[in-house]
């Protein structure tokens, strides 16, 4: 028969086996020890009759904590109480077990001591605060639970901030009530405005109020920001220059990204076609014709030009947008002015200035080799920029070729500074790098090349984009420093070059043959045909092509390659890789 263990009211009573039985075993627990002759046992301890066992309980204190926390901003205090319980424990009897784990039962449980205001304000004094809810300290002082109590206890005085000046463009709610919801793309029919109409209303900025944080430190409010309404031609300021107003008819418009001025630009308007009653028209506003412009007539307008029927063998300039509602066939369309030369030129001079550091590079490595000489220079260092242009920099003078090719065939005047600038590039062309005596001369062609990239990147900065809009294009040359949309069937035989994204997308919309470049997305529903006529997209730095459907012969061209599909094609990306490598991303139909 095996031993057993007993435990009444603490005493441990134990019973030796008999007749080769197991002898019992006791261990302790949580919150008490267990005592075998004398010595704490930690595991499982065998014990008989003649032991002496003895088990103690343990006294677990209250404990109490108050600590003060601050918000970020100095404005609330908090007073964080944690408050534990104290407890006292008997011993759990048991019936005869011959293994027996001690438990304890809690008798008795000790509150921490309460808190005193005194205490709390004392707390709040070594912190720097000196003054406190009442009502808090109370909800504080009377709490007697157990856990965590967060309590609000001081609050400073937030300052309440300033009010910038605001500029509200009534106008432009006139322009939002207009709009044509149908059509995203479509201009609103109507957006002037007549004399003395209210364009522009700004509020004064009024300076805030000061307050004070927990510690009494002053929290001044920053002050109010001021704005001005900067007015151009055909805007008037009145009251204290507060107010604008139209000084003249016309539509109002916002020019400039970072600096906004607001304008009143005069309206053109031809009720009907642009034919041999009307004439060419050259107006520094904007342009509205009602009918179509017929062949060979020309539109020049400094702002948007907006025909309502289709332009057929004309020339249409704009310096702002230019909205078709219909189509463009044989025609010419330009939108932007200088800008948009300076955006086709632009990847070409990022192209150079990159090529023309790395020749410098590569003529110090080279004279630096052990086996060059230097008498092979006594002629000048031209030979060395000749051999290596020659050789490893082929691609130099090809996209300065380039960049005159796109500056003489573009139409739109490009600045004389800028054409000035470039002339120096001719020096890195043909056999005149043959004639440069040292490195100096190339060097001072990289800074006239850094110069005009800056200023170039800084007229485009502050121009806002001109773009395009078109039904539909035929055997047309479309250029736009921001965005082309076509809108209905797409483009056939077509020359699109954009600043922006082209966007030839519909569902049914087409693209069948021609060029397309853009400084942003080509996306295009379907592009090529089956009758394999040429179709080219030149794909540059940060722009991608994006298309539904690739017909074989349409070719990606790039500064680094290009390249030619061979087969019909779906789900086509292209664009250029981080290392400078054409990537073409598809599946084949």
């Given amino acids: 028969m095996n031993g057993s263990i007993t435990i009444a ?17 006791i261990e302790g627990s949580q919150n008490l020890t267990v005592f075998v002759n004398g010595e704490a046992v930690t595991e499982a301890a065998i014990v008989t009759a003649e032991d002496d066992i003895r088990i103690e309980t343990q006294r677990i204190e209250p ?29 759990r009897d048991c019936p005869p077990s011959l293994q027996v784990r001690v438990g304890t039962v809690p008798v008795t449980e000790i509150p921490p001591p309460k808190i005193s205001p005194r205490a709390i304000m004392q707390l709040l004094r070594e912190r720097g605060i000196t003054s406190a809810s009442e009502a808090a300290i109370s909800r504080i002082c009377e709490c007697d639970t157990e856990g965590e109590q967060k309590v609000l206890i001081a609050r400073g005085r937030p300052a309440i901030p300033s009010q910038n000046a605001v500029i509200e463009y009534t106008f432009l709610e006139k322009m939002s009530a207009v709009s044509s919801p149908e059509n995203p793309f479509q201009k609103p029919r109507d957006l002037s405005v007549e004399v003395g109409e209210v364009l522009a209303i700004k509020s004064e900025p009024v300076y805030g109020t000061a307050g004070v944080d927990l510690f009494g430190v002053p929290i001044v409010p920053e002050p109010p920001l001021d704005v001005q309404i900067i007015a151009g031609d055909g805007v008037r300021l009145i009251k204290n220059n507060t107010v604008a107003v139209a000084s003249h008819a016309g539509r109002p418009v916002l020019e400039g990204r970072r600096r906004k001025v607001l304008k009143v630009v005069p309206v053109y308007t031809v009720p009907g076609d642009v034919d041999v009653n009307v004439g060419n028209i050259s ?27 289709n332009v057929i063998q004309a020339a249409l300039y704009a310096g702002g947008d230019i909205n078709l509602y219909k189509n463009v066939i044989s025609s010419e369309l330009n939108a932007g002015g200088t800008a948009i030369v300076c955006k086709r030129l632009l990847p070409h001079l990022k192209k150079v200035f990159s090529l023309i550091y790395d020749l410098l590079q590569a003529v110090q490595v080279l004279k630096k080799h052990h086996s060059f000489k230097l008498n092979d220079l006594h002629q000048g260092e031209g030979r060395l920029f000749q051999l290596l242009i020659d050789t490893k920099f082929k691609l130099l003078p090809k996209i300065i070729m380039e960049i005159f090719g796109v500056a003489n065939s573009c139409k739109v005047p490009i600045p004389d500074e800028y054409l000035r600038d470039l002339q120096c590039l001719h020096q890195l062309t043909g056999i005149n790098p043959s004639k440069i005596n040292n490195g100096n001369e190339v060097l001072a062609i990289l800074k006239v090349v850094e110069g005009t990239l800056q200023k170039m990147q800084e007229d485009i900065d502050f121009t806002e984009p001109s773009h395009i809009t078109a039904g539909y294009a035929q055997n047309s040359v479309i250029n736009a420093s921001g965005d082309i949309t076509i809108t209905g069937r797409g483009a056939i035989i077509s020359k699109l070059s ?24 080509v996306n295009v529903q379907e592009l090529g045909s089956n009758a394999d006529v040429i179709c080219i997209v030149e794909v540059n ?46 599946l084949k139909a």
């Avoid at 954009?498 to 997305?521: Q, T």
Wanted: proline share 3%; hydrophobic share 40%; net charge positive.
């Fill in 498 to 521: 954009a600043g922006g994204n082209i966007n030839i997308n519909n569902s049914n919309a087409v693209v069948r043959g021609g060029w397309l470049s853009a400084g942003g997305i």
């Fill in 283 to 309: 107006f520094k506003g904007d342009i509205i014709v009602w009918g179509d412009v017929l062949e060979r007539f020309c539109l020049k307008a400094g702002r948007d030009i907006i025909v309502h029927g």
């Fill in 63 to 91: 404990y109490l904590e108050m600590n003060i926390e601050i918000s970020d901003d100095r404005l609330s205090a908090f007073v964080v109480v944690n408050r534990c319980f104290g407890r006292e424990f008997r011993v």
């Fill in 541 to 586: 730095e940060g722009s991608v092509l994006k298309a539904r459907v690739v017909h074989p012969a349409v070719t990606v061209k790039s500064g680094c390659g290009k390249y030619q599909f061979d087969r019909l094609s779906r789900s086509v990306k292209a664009y250029i890789k981080p290392d400078g490598m054409l990537e073409i991303e598809k």
């Fill in 9 to 25: 009211e603490g005493k441990v009573t134990v019973v030796n086996p008999r007749q080769g039985g197991r002898y019992p075993t």
